[in-house]
């Protein structure tokens, strides 16, 4: 019983540390504008698309049709000032999934865990199916020497992310009901 006790103490604890590292709070539509668009990811001639699959460097990605595995790959594009850094959607029956291959390591992938918007050196992704798997959340990721690097993830709770953008250390968010946010995240 004292380690149960002792195990719900540490896991509110730490859930109160998260919530207050990150907390959301009210914005205006003015600041929100006056934030950074993503940046678009650039295409780039080394990564082949055709009906069937994606070829990169080190890696092919096939499409499937069928009724019960079926999937479609997507070229998102590059990271402009990361080039080795490609980024491709898999879009299946349970939504849509985000991976980024990095060919400078045999196209190592990382799981983006939601739709990625670029913000000068980092990647925030937008969890844009939530289902009972997958929460609400945005993750942060940190450009380093060509690499990627989590820096920590956001529970958005209720909020429904419609467009997210960046200033100074502050990710703004719109929501679908004309609501608007920011949160800090150094």
């Known amino acids: 019983m004292f380690n149960y006790s002792v195990f719900t103490l540490v896991l509110i604890f730490n859930f109160h540390m998260f919530k ?10 003015m600041e929100f ?6 940046t678009q990811f650039s295409k780039t001639d080394d ?8 070829s990169i460097a080190c890696k092919v990605l096939t499409n499937d049709d069928s009724d019960e595995n079926y999937k479609a790959y997507h070229y998102l594009g590059s990271i402009p000032n990361a080039l080795n850094l490609k980024v491709i959607q898999q879009e299946n029956y349970n939504g849509n999934y985000y991976y980024l291959y990095d060919t400078n390591q045999n196209c190592k992938e990382t799981v983006l865990n939601g739709k990625p918007f670029l913000f000068n050196n980092y990647i925030i992704a937008n969890n844009e199916d939530e289902t009972t798997d997958r929460i609400n959340k945005l993750t942060i990721w940190e450009l380093k020497n060509n690499t990627v690097e ?10 429904a992310v419609k467009e997210l953008r960046f200033k100074v250390n502050y990710i703004y968010i719109s929501d679908f009901n ?3 946010y920011k949160i800090k995240i150094k």
């Open 33 to 38: 504008e006056t934030a950074l668009i993503s």
């Open 178 to 180: 004309t609501a608007f």
């Open 150 to 159: 989590k820096n920590s993830a956001i529970l958005l709770g209720e909020i």
């Open 20 to 29: 207050q590292e990150h907390e959301i709070l009210k914005s205006n539509k």
């Open 47 to 54: 990564v082949k698309e055709s009906k069937h699959k994606i």
